[in-house]
């Protein structure tokens, strides 16, 4: 049972790590894409500026400078993401670590029990092995004397 408990614990550890895993990567993945966005708009912005000077050049401007801010709002998201799901995953982790030593700990008591109550087992059948002997050499000796008694008023 703590074998296939702590299994079961370690193939949901495993799982929380992969579901992170994956996050990370989507999070890695969106700011990729984030990042090639704004690189992107830059060049847009520098074409533009090159292009015309005029009104499209400022809208344009502004267009970016949203998209940044966007940009940047997104990447603080995605950082954050990851470090409360990196925390929260790590936490578990501590968690289960400290409920599986926990179990570790009761199951070596159950062991050190269990341990010496054969111990005494043992001991008490050495014990009782031991007075069986006895009285089975008394009994030996009781027979012995009584076939002697036996003897002695049968040449009587």
Known sequence: MDKAFLQKEFELATQRADRAETDNVRNSDLLRESMVKRDELLMQLNEARHSSKGEYSQKLSKEIERLREDSAREMQEIRSNNSQVWERENGMLREQKADLLKQHEAARGDLQALRRAHEELVVRH?????????????????????????AKLAAR
């Open 126 to 150: 050495a014990k009782m092995g031991g007075e069986q002997e006895a009285g089975v050499m008394e009994i030996r000796n009781e027979l012995k004397m009584k076939d002697f008694e036996v």
